[in-house]
T-cell receptor, first 112, second 116 residues
């Protein structure tokens, strides 16, 4: 029973366009959400997070949107670049917890 | 570099053998985590240390898996009587503190374990 679901294993986007990666969760106790980015042969790197008290958090080209009622979050990457090509993991954890539950990841390919 | 390091980067062993995987966290980070990532999956939690003690080992799949962090810094994940199903990338992460808040975890590059 996957509590964090990333239903798109892969996404292909043209350079300069917006990339939208989606994530759904089932556990209503989750109240902190994170996105990690992973290049081959490297560990995941923290990208951006959002608390359940917010519905949007922006950091440069990256914005995460949270829809609590739908138990859905999305990561938007504007002006996508080939260097953004990586696997993106959505993760979530309950309040006061230190252990995130990860989705299976979405492989983003940004082609010139 | 000042990041999390893991050794070896690759480990090939035979079924039934014992293996040790090492993690050097970022200096000063009190919290240390081990995860296992199987092919096509996201990282799955194994165990969490706060200082020298295992604060949560609920993710260890069975008693063949054990981890230590005797001096509150380096940690070793130990797997006895390895099975082919143990093949995965084992990730270590550290963070400055433990529970809650913006607890950003910094991951190492992982050890790819292959059990033949």
């Amino acid at each position: 029973d996957q509590q964090v679901k990333q239903n798109s294993p892969s996404l292909s986007v043209q350079e300069g366009r917006i990339s939208i990666l989606n994530c759904d969760y089932t556990n209503s106790m989750f109240d902190y959400f994170l996105w990690y980015k992973k290049y081959p042969a490297e560990g995941p790197t923290f990208l951006i997070s959002i608390s359940s008290i917010k519905d949007k958090n922006e950091d440069g080209r990256f914005t995460v949107f949270l829809n609590k009622s739908a138990k859905h979050l999305s990561l938007h990457i504007v002006s996508s670049q080939p260097g953004d090509s990586a696997v993106y993991f959505c993760a979530a954890r309950p309040g006061g917890s230190y252990i995130p539950t990860f989705g299976r990841g979405t492989s983003l390919i940004v082609h010139p | 570099g000042a990041g999390v390091s893991q050794t070896p980067s690759n480990k090939v062993t035979e079924k039934g053998k014992y293996v040790e995987l090492r993690c050097d966290p970022i200096s000063g980070h009190t919290a240390l985590y081990w995860y296992r990532q199987s092919l096509g999956q996201g990282p799955e939690f194994l165990i969490y240390f706060q200082g020298t003690g295992a604060a949560d080992d609920s993710g260890l799949p069975n008693d063949r898996f054990f981890a230590v962090r005797p001096e509150g810094s380096v940690s070793t994940l130990k797997i006895q009587r390895t099975e082919r199903g143990d093949s995965a990338v084992y990730l270590c992460a550290s963070s400055p503190q433990g529970a809650g808040g913006h607890n950003e975890q910094f991951f190492g590059p992982g050890t790819r374990l292959t059990v033949l």
